[in-house]
């Protein structure tokens, strides 16, 4: 058997480190490529047109959404759930009002909710 020599294994460990290197550069790139996409998202909302952001009749189907997922979820946990529901779609949409989901998030938004509704109740005749 012929064991490493010190010169490799310095080597190797030069590579490996470089190689965590990149990783971590890459994990920071993309965390700022998505924060780059949510400031556009807002941005093109602002500067946008008048329908930049949902209709009122969207916001309603929003409302909706939300308000039967908090029913579904208030059921389960014995608390006012209403506020938690609204909290997690904001988050998700980085925004500060569901009347404030930029027009071209709308159908994500649905969906969103749709999914939460199937995994609370396994029924996928959604009442909204």
């Known amino acids: 058997h012929s064991f490493p020599t010190r010169r490799s294994s310095d080597l190797a ?3 490996a ?3 965590v290197k990149l ?9 700022q490529v998505q924060t780059h996409e949510t400031r556009l998202d807002a941005i093109e909302a602002e500067l946008g047109h008048d ?8 916001a309603e189907q929003i409302s909706q959404g939300v308000k039967a997922i ?12 209403y506020g938690g ?5 904001y988050r998700q949409f980085s ?8 027009s071209g998030k709308f159908n994500e938004a649905m969906n969103f ?9 396994d029924d996928s005749n959604i009442p909204f």
Do not use: C, M
């Not at 890459?26 to 965390?31: A, D, G, T």
């Not at 979820?73 to 759930?81: M, V």
């Not at 529901?85 to 779609?89: I, N, T």
């Open 13 to 15: 460990l030069r590579i």
């Open 17 to 19: 480190e470089s190689v």
């Open 23 to 31: 990783a971590r550069s890459h994990v920071r790139l993309l965390r």
């Open 51 to 58: 329908d930049r952001f949902i209709t009122v009749s969207q």
């Open 70 to 81: 908090a029913l579904i979820f208030s059921k389960n946990t014995g608390r006012n759930e």
């Open 85 to 89: 529901v609204y909290g997690e779609l």
């Open 95 to 102: 925004i500060n009002s569901y009347k404030r989901l930029p």
């Open 113 to 121: 909710l749709r999914q939460w509704w199937e995994r609370l109740t």
